[in-house]
C-alpha cells in the first residue's frame, strides 16, 4: 500500500523497511561507515572526549578523524 502523505517518520521508515529494496539498501549502513568507529575505539584507543562542550568536542571529533584519514593515507600510499 502507498504510504500516506501525513506519514510521521517512524512510519516512513518502517514502510521503507517492508520492502525488499529497503531492506537491501538499510543493510548496506554495515558496511560502509561503522567500521570506522570501531578501528577508532579499538585501533586507534579514542573511547571518549577529554573536553566539555559542543565546539570543543567537535574540534576534537575532527582532530580524531584527521588522524584516521592520515592513517589510512599512510597506508594507502607507501614511499
Known amino acids: 500500500a ?12 518502517s514502510h521503507r523497511l517492508k520492502t525488499k529494496d529497503g531492506r537491501a539498501r ?10 570506522v568507529f570501531g578501528i577508532i575505539k579499538s585501533v586507534m584507543g579514542f573511547r571518549r572526549f577529554s573536553l566539555r562542550g559542543l565546539k570543543k568536542v567537535t574540534g576534537e571529533w575532527t582532530l580524531v578523524c584527521l588522524a584516521w584519514n592520515l592513517k589510512r593515507l599512510a597506508v594507502l600510499r607507501p614511499q
Do not use: F, S
Not at 504510504?3 to 521508515?13: F, G, H, I, K, R
Open 2 to 13: 502507498p504510504l500516506p502523505d501525513n506519514a510521521t517518520p517512524v512510519q516512513a521508515m
Open 26 to 35: 538499510y543493510a548496506l549502513r554495515k558496511q560502509t561507515i561503522e567500521p
